[in-house]
């Protein structure tokens, strides 16, 4: 099973990028489809990208074009660069083993997650 930490989040203003990382123990990391989740405030979790291990990747409408996922499995890492934040991209980030069904779904360990806070 994928153990992940997350680190990398942040204070940054409008239209400025952040470079969050998720480290992940487990020997089954390069065969694992990982997903970036994001929980705002009185908010659920919501997904915001997955990439396969074929680095086939989805996308949130919400961040499609600003935010752009990757994994380099040499190292157990996936990584979710952030472009252009707004606001409303505030929250708390998450990584996370998935699968997809008829929907997404997280199946691995909840990590501790990594602020991103983005001022106005």
């Known amino acids: 099973q994928v153990q992940p930490v997350e680190s990398g989040g942040g204070l940054v203003q409008a239209g400025g990028s952040l470079r969050l990382s998720c480290a992940a123990s487990?020997?089954?990391?390069?065969?694992?489809?990982m997903g970036w989740y994001r929980q705002a405030p009185g908010k659920e979790r919501e997904l915001v990208a997955a990439?396969?291990?074929?680095?086939?990747?989805y996308y949130a409408n919400s961040v499609k074009g600003r935010f752009t996922i990757s994994r380099d499995n040499a190292k157990n890492t996936a990584y979710l660069q952030m472009n252009s934040l707004k606001p409303e991209d505030t929250a708390v980030y998450y990584c996370?083993?998935?699968?997809?069904?008829?929907?997404?779904?997280?199946?691995?360990?909840w990590g501790q997650g990594t602020q991103v806070t983005v001022s106005s």
């Open positions: 990439i396969s291990s074929s680095s086939i990747t």
């Open positions: 487990g020997s089954r990391f390069s065969v694992t489809t």
């Open positions: 996370n083993a998935v699968k997809y069904s008829t929907m997404w779904y997280p199946v691995g360990s």
